[in-house]
Every structure is written in structure tokens, then in C-alpha cells.
């Protein structure tokens, strides 16, 4: 027991309970349905955690992060439950109320950092810091990995954090394995994508862009970029957010703005934008705006509401969710 004890003494467990009750209306040409129930928004899901580290000495240290997603309002997200579900999510991805998510381990050192398994993308991360309402957001959606983007978290991947050249100045690049099968000679690798992003942070200032390259067939590739830029004015923080994906003749694009207000332990937040998407010839818009309050209860606990619009040409999406979010 004290062996035991003593191995895992530098290792933590956390995570999330976010629960909110939710509702989504859809109005169509043709017909309009609606959907009620409990689900988590804020942080996107519940999730549990463990992570911990180990110092090799020579100012080397080994670390390594296993996350799962929680399904706390049931206990099962699988095949037609979860699908006819418009609140919880897709079908895909979920057994048993458990989801993958960050899966990773690594070394940092005066080299560098490197990890490796599953993880956010820098296209992600960079979409949501221009938008208070981080995964929830209109720029999560729009710019980052609903809209114009890709998933949020990429499995296989290979992550290279550069040290610290510039102050402010963050450089990674990444490398994403598709582990394809293939029996021909010369395998295409479907799947595989290299990466990069650049940030910059001082003061009340954040600026980064990302850029993806994935090979999609043997003769096309599709290419994803991210641009954001945020600033801090003290009463009110303002943010915009760019990303685009292209394959051949077929893009989708985004934009979208974001007004973060505090007002001690409440913050008011704002975001719209637009996805421009052409996959047969004529470009379809559909526009996003979602408006959110946020209440820190303590450091540990936070009440919010939210409510948001999507609108298409033919096409109308309206939500609102009151929850309780629990870290620990």
C-alpha cells in the first residue's frame, strides 16, 4: 500500500460536471420541431480526469494526461438514443456514457516540448480565444471545427512545441498519422496532415494563426486555416476570428466577433459571425449569434444562461440552456 501511495502521489484527479436545462427549436420550409431536455453546454460535456508528472532531472520532466468525457444525464450515448437526441450530441464516438478526449503523454526540457496520442488542435484552441463562450461559442462553432474547421481534438498526433526564442511568441508544429490500410505500392496515407501555429500574448494582446494540410485522396488535399486576434480594454474585451477550409472547388469560410463585459462576478458576452459554405456550385450563408451570462458562484462553481440563432436561407436554429458548472 505505501509503495502504491507513494507512485502515485504527483498524480491528479479532476474534471467537470456541467449540467444545463436546454432547449433547440428548429423551423424549416416545411416543418418545425423541438427538443428539451439536460445537457452540458458551457464546457461542451462532463469529463473526468488524471494527469501528472515526473522530474528526470537535468531540467527534464515527463508527463501525461488521460481524460474522458461523461455522460452524466443517462447512461448510454450510443447508436439511435444519442442520434434522435438534438441536445446531447451525435451517435458516434460514446460507449457507455464515456468518450475519449485528451489522451496524451510527453517530455519538456531545454529542447522543447513534445507529445504524443490524442489532443486539441491548434486550430481549435486559436478559434476559441476569440470567444468568451469558448467551446460553446459562435467562434468555437463557426471558425474553429462546427463551421469552417475540422474535429476539435485529432487522434495520432505527434505535437512540437518550440522553447521559447521571443517572449510572447509560441511556435508548434504537428504531424497526425491517418493509419490508413492500404495493399497498393504506393500508399496515398488518407488521413495524414502536418500543422502549425503561431501565437503571440503580452499584456492586454493575442494574436495567432494555425494552418493544416491533410491528404484526402491520392490526388487532393484539403487545407485549413485559422486567423485570431483578441484585446483587452479593461471594461470590455473585443475579439475577432477568421478560419477557412478548402478542398478543390469546395470551401467553407467564417468569420465572427466576439464583446466580452465583466462586471465583478458576472460577465456578459456577445458573439456573431457568418459561415459561408460552396460545395455544388453556389455558396450557401448561414449566420450565427448567440448572447451569454456567466456568475462565478465561487472559483470552482459558475451559473450561466445562454441563447443563440443560427439562420439559413430555408433553415432557422434557436437555443437557450440555464445550467451549473462544477469544477473539482
Not at 504527483?10 to 439536460?38: F, H, M, N, P, R
Not at 519538456?108 to 486559436?126: Q, T
Not at 485529432?154 to 491517418?178: C, D
Amino acid at each position: 500500500m505505501a509503495a502504491v501511495t507513494g507512485a502515485m502521489a504527483d498524480v491528479t484527479i479532476y474534471g467537470t460536471i456541467d449540467q444545463a436545462y436546454a432547449s433547440q427549436k428548429l423551423s424549416t420550409s416545411t416543418s418545425t420541431s423541438k427538443v428539451t431536455g439536460i445537457a452540458g453546454v458551457q464546457n461542451g460535456g462532463s469529463s473526468i480526469g488524471f494527469k501528472g508528472s515526473e522530474d528526470l532531472g537535468g531540467g527534464m520532466k515527463a508527463y501525461f494526461q488521460q481524460e474522458l468525457g461523461l455522460s452524466t444525464d443517462s447512461n448510454d450515448r450510443t447508436g439511435a438514443t444519442a442520434g434522435a437526441n438534438a441536445i446531447d450530441g451525435s451517435a458516434t464516438g460514446f460507449l457507455n456514457g464515456l468518450e475519449n478526449r485528451n489522451s496524451f503523454v510527453g517530455l519538456s526540457g531545454g529542447f522543447g516540448d513534445v507529445k504524443l496520442g490524442r489532443m486539441y488542435n491548434m486550430a481549435f484552441y486559436n478559434a476559441i480565444s476569440a470567444d468568451p463562450l469558448g467551446y460553446s461559442g459562435v467562434a468555437g462553432y463557426a471558425v474553429g471545427y462546427g463551421g469552417a474547421g475540422g474535429a476539435q481534438r485529432q487522434s495520432n498526433t505527434i505535437l512540437y512545441t518550440l522553447p521559447t526564442i521571443v517572449a510572447g511568441v509560441g511556435i508548434q508544429v504537428a504531424k497526425i498519422a491517418g493509419e490508413t490500410i492500404t495493399t497498393t505500392a504506393a500508399p496515398t496515407k488518407t488521413g495524414d496532415s502536418t500543422s502549425y501555429g503561431v501565437t503571440y500574448a503580452a499584456g492586454p494582446l493575442y494574436a495567432g494563426i494555425t494552418g493544416e494540410t491533410s491528404t484526402t485522396t491520392a490526388t487532393t488535399k484539403t487545407k485549413l486555416s485559422t486567423t485570431t486576434i483578441t484585446y483587452d480594454l479593461g471594461m470590455v474585451k473585443v475579439g475577432y476570428g477568421a478560419g477557412k477550409t478548402t478542398l478543390g472547388t469546395t470551401y467553407s469560410k467564417a468569420g465572427a466577433v466576439s464583446l466580452t463585459v465583466p462586471f465583478g462576478a458576472l460577465t456578459l458576452a456577445y458573439s456573431s459571425g457568418d459561415v459561408k459554405t460552396n460545395s455544388t456550385g453556389t455558396e450557401v450563408k448561414t449566420k450565427v449569434s448567440q448572447y451569454g451570462a456567466m456568475y462565478a458562484l465561487s472559483k470552482r462553481t459558475m451559473g450561466y444562461a445562454q441563447s443563440g440563432k443560427q439562420s439559413a436561407t430555408a433553415t432557422n436554429l434557436s437555443t437557450y440552456a440555464f445550467g451549473i458548472l462544477h469544477n473539482f
